[in-house]
């Protein structure tokens, strides 16, 4: 069956770190990849996405995230995290390519000023 | 972005009794709705498609008399956990679908049940 890991369950860091959070999938045929943020107390909003074209895709509040294809993931980045990063953040897979997600387990951010 | 609002936002019921949670599109038409439960410190799992007019889609497992969905209009989709126990006590999340092809999600309805 298809599924989403994402291994990093807490990570802190320091501000101005860099961020580099894991995602992986199993399936082998077209899908749609997402991070959504879940900051504390609020709904899930959406960073960035890819449906296709470029694998390098750039979200908003500096993010960014890679697809690799080869290697089932899509890992999202930030060269240097602020405070205000601390939230909780999900990747979501679209499985046949269409709007019914899967969802990791979820990474909580921690970021110490 | 597009919001999408869920009522109530927490609600405590005795066991038994029956519990409706709304969710609404308040700036866009959503022809598509889906429900999603979250258990603490777990995932988001999808319990059901809701498309307006027409009856909801359940994912494997989820019981479709105990989780009564209802889309009657392009802006709101209801979800009814009926005869609800305590194991149905958790977070349960709405989102819908905009023609452009984003998901907007609501706020999250907390039910506990005793």
């Known amino acids: 069956a298809q599924s989403v890991s994402q291994h990093n369950h807490h990570v802190i860091l320091s501000e101005a770190a860099s961020l580099e959070l894991g995602c992986n999938y199993s399936?082998?045929?077209?899908?749609?990849l997402f991070w959504y943020v879940q900051y504390p107390g609020q709904h899930l909003q959406l960073l960035l996405k890819?449906?296709?074209?470029?694998?390098l895709v750039k979200g908003i509040k500096g993010f960014e995230a890679e697809f690799i294809k080869s290697k089932f993931s899509f890992n999202l980045r930030k060269p240097s995290v602020q405070w205000s990063d601390t939230a909780e953040y999900f990747c979501?897979?679209?499985?046949?390519?269409?709007?019914?997600?899967?969802f990791g387990t979820g990474t909580r951010l921690t970021i110490i000023p | 972005g597009a919001v999408v609002s869920q009522h109530p936002s927490w609600v405590i019921c005795k066991s038994g009794t029956s519990v409706k949670i709304e969710c609404r599109s308040l700036?866009?038409?959503?022809?598509?709705m889906f429900w999603y439960r979250q258990f603490p410190k777990q995932s988001l799992m999808l319990m059901a498609t809701?498309?307006?007019?027409?009856?909801?889609?359940?994912e494997q497992g989820v019981e479709k008399d105990k989780f009564l969905i209802n889309h009657a209009s392009l802006t709101l989709s209801t979800l009814t956990v009926t005869s609800a126990h305590p194991e149905d006590s958790s977070f349960y999340i709405c989102s819908g679908l905009r023609n452009t092809g984003e998901l907007f999600f609501g706020e999250g309805s907390r039910l506990t049940v005793l």
């Open positions: 979501a897979v679209g499985f046949f390519g269409n709007e019914k997600l899967t």
């Open positions: 809701s498309n307006e007019g027409s009856k909801a889609t359940y």
């Open positions: 700036d866009f038409q959503a022809t598509t």
């Open positions: 399936y082998g045929g077209t899908v749609n």
């Open positions: 890819y449906f296709s074209g470029d694998p």
